[in-house]
């Protein structure tokens, strides 16, 4: 009476084994395959960046503006008013459609502190004290990662066709004048600024280097014959 209880529990223990074992050895769909062989670039949907344009792997082609803010604090109520009438007022007539995007960038501030830690030996002990309160607090800000500043970018785009870069420049110069007349800065971005913002997007804790040189943030592949 014995033997086939045993039998029966040896039985459900190696059926539930390999039910285990089928569920955890999945093979991958054919969407799982091809996702994991995908390149960063192709997860991004970055065919090139090159001048003042990213084209796309499915056709399009993108301009980028970046928005200088501004201090709201610093105007008077009859100032905001104006400057939303001016804003409104100049907007208005545009009949193209864009993108508004907001991004954190975390903020680089050892020079602060290097500045601070040069003022300590021509300080009195009481100004030693509160600088060395400061900049163990920049020192934890630092660390920490919560020191960061918004940006404000504007994207436009098209299809991508013979001639269209002519013609999105074009709308994002008359954006960008758009924008000066109502007094808010706003620049074209070009390629190490659009490489930059694409860190930035895909990447919230990235930091890049205030450097002019683009090979700084774009690697080149050298062909070498075998």
């Known amino acids: 009476m014995l033997l086939p209880i045993i039998i029966l529990l040896l039985c459900l223990i190696g059926g539930g084994a390999v039910l285990f074992y089928l569920k955890t050895n999945k093979p991958k769909t054919k969407e799982q395959a091809n996702l994991a062989a995908q390149t960063a670039q192709q997860f991004v949907n970055v065919q090139d960046i090159r001048g003042n344009f990213l084209y796309t792997q499915d056709g399009y082609l993108l301009c980028y503006l970046r928005i200088y803010p501004i201090s709201l604090d610093l105007l008077s109520s009859s100032e905001k008013r ?66 960061v500043e918004r940006q404000f970018y504007l994207m436009l785009w098209q299809h991508r066709e013979t001639g269209v870069e002519r013609d999105l420049l074009e709308k994002a110069k008359r954006l960008v004048q758009h924008f000066e007349d109502g007094q808010v800065q706003v620049q074209i971005l070009k390629q190490q600024d659009i490489v930059q913002l694409c860190n930035l997007v895909n990447n919230p804790a990235y930091t890049h280097l205030e450097s002019t040189d683009p090979e700084a943030f774009i690697p080149f592949l050298n062909t070498r014959e075998v």
């Not at 903020?107 to 300080?123: G, R």
């Open 82 to 147: 104006l400057l939303i009438n001016k804003l409104t007022a100049e907007l208005s007539s545009v009949r193209f459609p864009f993108k508004f995007l907001a991004v954190s960038r975390p903020v680089d501030i050892s020079p602060l502190i290097s500045e601070l830690t040069s003022l300590l030996p021509t300080a009195d002990p009481k100004q030693k004290e509160l600088l060395r309160q400061e900049i163990l607090e920049m020192n934890t800000f630092a660390l920490s990662g919560e020191v």
